[in-house]
């Protein structure tokens, strides 16, 4: 079973910085199957990032997604107030990550 | 507009069944993956189970694995999980989402589980 690892679990920022979010997975996985999800308090998650790097309908360009093999990157260029929120990766058929906490600073 | 709505949820007894149903609207059903992903309270994102588009892959949690069923009829727009031998831990909110490697994806809203005596 494929093991996916996300750090830091907190990141604490300050609008209109930039945050980097990591995701390691255990063995190499398909690109095409690696997807980034947020999750703000008392919603659905939603689709961000698809393919590791294509951003879903809707998805503002600040947010892209990069990587391959095992390692792979969320990036949120200049944050918003509305981007303070969980972020969780999952390959396609197998666990989520545990999260990483994007908190404001 | 996509829409993906669960229904089926509710207060269930330890050892007890329920059918959670998934209807999906305004995209291409059989085009997509589909999954169920759970949320007990207060925790993260927990996958249970996925289908492929046409079936032909189908992958479970361990942690219900033997217990739950995937299925999907793309002629009916419909996903369904049928949960056997439900336990205190399977409490969540559960949600359908559907993926696609090259045309992205969506969540429901989700139905809530109860597993209590």
């Known amino acids: 079973e494929i093991v996916l690892t996300q750090s830091p679990g907190t990141l604490s920022l300050s609008p209109g910085e930039r945050a980097t979010l990591s995701c390691r997975a255990s063995?190499?996985?398909?690109?095409?199957?690696l997807a980034w999800y947020q999750q703000k308090p008392g919603q659905a998650p939603r689709l961000l990032i698809y393919?590791?790097?294509s951003r879903a309908t809707g998805i503002p360009d600040r947010f892209s997604g990069s990587g391959s093999g095992t390692d792979f990157t969320l990036t949120i260029s200049r944050l918003e107030p509305e981007d303070f929120a969980v972020y969780y990766c999952?390959?396609?058929?197998?666990?989520f990550g545990q999260g990483t906490k994007l908190e404001i600073k | 507009e996509v829409q993906l709505v669960e229904s089926g949820g509710g207060l269930v007894k330890p050892g007890g069944s329920l059918r959670l149903s998934c209807a999906a609207s305004?995209?291409?059903?059989?085009?997509?993956?589909m999954n169920w992903v759970r949320q007990a309270p207060g925790k993260g994102l927990e996958w249970v189970s996925s289908?492929?588009?046409?079936?032909?892959?189908?992958f479970y949690a361990d942690s219900v694995k033997g217990r739950f069923t995937i299925s999907r009829d793309n002629a009916k727009n419909s996903l369904n999980l049928q949960m056997n031998s439900l336990r205190a831990e399977d409490t969540a909110v559960y949600y359908c989402?559907?993926?696609?490697?090259?045309?992205?994806?969506?969540w429901g809203q989700g139905t809530l589980v109860t597993v209590s005596s």
């Open positions: 989402a559907s993926y696609s490697s090259s045309l992205g994806g969506d």
């Open positions: 305004g995209f291409t059903f059989s085009s997509y993956n």
């Open positions: 289908i492929s588009s046409s079936s032909g892959y189908i």
């Open positions: 063995q190499s996985v398909s690109s095409s199957y």
């Open positions: 393919g590791a790097s």
């Open positions: 999952q390959q396609y058929g197998s666990p």
